[in-house]
T-cell receptor, first 111, second 112 residues
Framework: GQQLNQSPQSMFIQEGEDVSMNCTSS?????WLWYKQDPGEGPVLLIA?????ELTSNGRLTAQFGITRKDSFLNISASIPSDVGIYFC???????????FGKGTRLSVIA | DTAVSQTPKYLVTQMGNDKSIKCEQN?????MYWYKQDSKKFLKIMFS???????INETVPNRFSPKSPDKAHLNLHINSLELGDSAVYFC???????????FGDGTRLSIL
């Protein structure tokens, strides 16, 4: 089935540093979503993107919908310990097609 | 006030048994989903229902049967459980087919 390439697989950063992760696909999507999952919990929606080129912020988080519709990135500025978790990108072509998830980026923040 | 709630949170059972997982959402959403997350944290959709109608069935074995008695509930029944069924199962819901999905906290299924 369709898969997204998400990178990096894991990151270890110092508190206060900025973080960047991205997802690429071989086919286009019309929606890109970014989720965060904490241990023992379900994924929580961070940012939703609906238009090619769209740049959206949510606090210290910024995400962009790539102009080719085949990629998206998520930036986290001034990381803090509670940013620790697994970040997933997800893309969807239409409501009748599955939401396809990347394999996740595991973020560790060293205080 | 949990938006998407699943029960049970943990399920430990023997191979060959039949079990059910329940999901309820109080968001007034039209669309509900079941996902499977494996040990490597890969999330894959199993089913989606819109207004109680099956929309997506991603080549899931017939042993898995979703049931939607109303728009607020989507239960998952699994027959003849196998070792490979061990995973975390997530329920999700969205306002409609095109809206972002909101996830429950998962049911951790372990097969002995």
């Amino acid at each position: 089935g369709q898969q997204l390439n998400q990178s990096p697989q894991s990151m270890f950063i110092q508190e206060g540093e900025d973080v960047s992760m991205n997802c690429t696909s071989s086919s286009i999507f019309n929606t890109w979503l970014w989720y965060k999952q904490d241990p023992g919990e379900g994924p929580v929606l961070l940012i939703a993107l609906y238009k090619a080129g769209e740049l959206t912020s949510n606090g210290r988080l910024t995400a962009q919908f790539g102009i080719t519709r085949k990629d998206s990135f998520l930036n986290i500025s001034a990381s803090i310990p509670s940013d620790v978790g697994i970040y997933f990108c997800a893309g969807q072509l239409s409501g009748n097609t599955p939401l396809v998830f990347g394999k996740g980026t595991r973020l560790s923040v060293i205080a | 006030d949990t938006a998407v709630s699943q029960t049970p949170k943990y399920l430990v059972t023997q191979m060959g048994n039949d079990k059910s997982i329940k999901c309820e959402q109080n968001l007034g959403h039209d669309t509900m989903y079941w996902y499977k997350q494996d040990s490597k944290k890969f999330l894959k959709i199993m089913f989606s229902y819109n207004n109680k109608e099956l929309i997506i069935n991603e080549t899931v074995p017939n042993r898995f049967s979703p049931k939607s008695p109303d728009k607020a509930h989507l239960n998952l029944h699994i027959n003849s459980l196998e070792l490979g069924d061990s995973a975390v199962y997530f329920c999700a819901s969205s306002q409609d087919l095109d809206a972002p999905q909101h996830f429950g906290d998962g049911t951790r299924l372990s097969i002995l």
